[in-house]
């Protein structure tokens, strides 16, 4: 089995300007692989083409993981529409299926909390589908837990599994 020291030195980052076409990339390939609806779900997001513009905002940062100049995953949050402003939401994050098992989500999960908490974030939320099964697994050993209702204002009624963790 890869580990992350297998990989040619992945670079954990903030997103850049030059990286929206290869981010969009990346999240529409996931998205198809995993038969995701295209409405009701991140594939509709008007920010999709544009993901350096819509994490420059207070309080939300994106970061993406590159390896040998390529993106290959990326994940991020922001706070949450709809919700406590003490209440932030995990977003976007998808992995190129090349880069699954290695550990990098784990980091890349970590990387979005820490910094959620040093932002004054309590509560992280998040949005998957019933299908996202190992997403879901690594969730929950990064210690989210399962809830019975969605939280805040999301657009994303395709995805119905939501978790919640307290920060």
Not at 36 to 62: I, N, R, T
Not at 72 to 97: D, H, I, S, T
Not at 127 to 132: D, R
Request: charged share 20%.
């Amino acid at each position: 089995m890869l580990t992350v020291a297998d990989t040619n030195r992945p670079i954990i980052r903030e997103i850049q300007e030059q990286d929206n076409a290869a981010v969009a990339r990346v999240i529409r390939a996931v998205l198809i692989e995993m038969e995701v609806p295209k409405v009701g779900s991140a594939f509709a997001d008007p920010s999709l083409d544009y993901m350096y513009q819509h994490y420059q905002q207070e309080k939300g940062a994106y970061y993406v993981i590159e390896i040998d100049g390529e993106i290959v995953a990326g994940g991020g949050f922001a706070g949450l529409a709809g919700a406590p402003a003490e209440v932030c939401e995990l977003q976007k994050m998808y992995m190129l299926p090349q880069t699954r098992g290695l550990g990098l989500g784990k980091l890349l999960i970590q990387r979005c909390i820490d910094n959620a908490k040093a932002m004054g974030y309590t509560q992280c939320y998040l949005e998957t589908l019933p299908n996202m099964q190992a997403a879901q697994g690594l969730y929950r050993k990064m210690g989210f837990e399962h809830i019975s209702q969605p939280m805040g204002s999301t657009g994303h009624n395709a995805c119905p599994v939501w978790m919640l963790l307290k920060l």
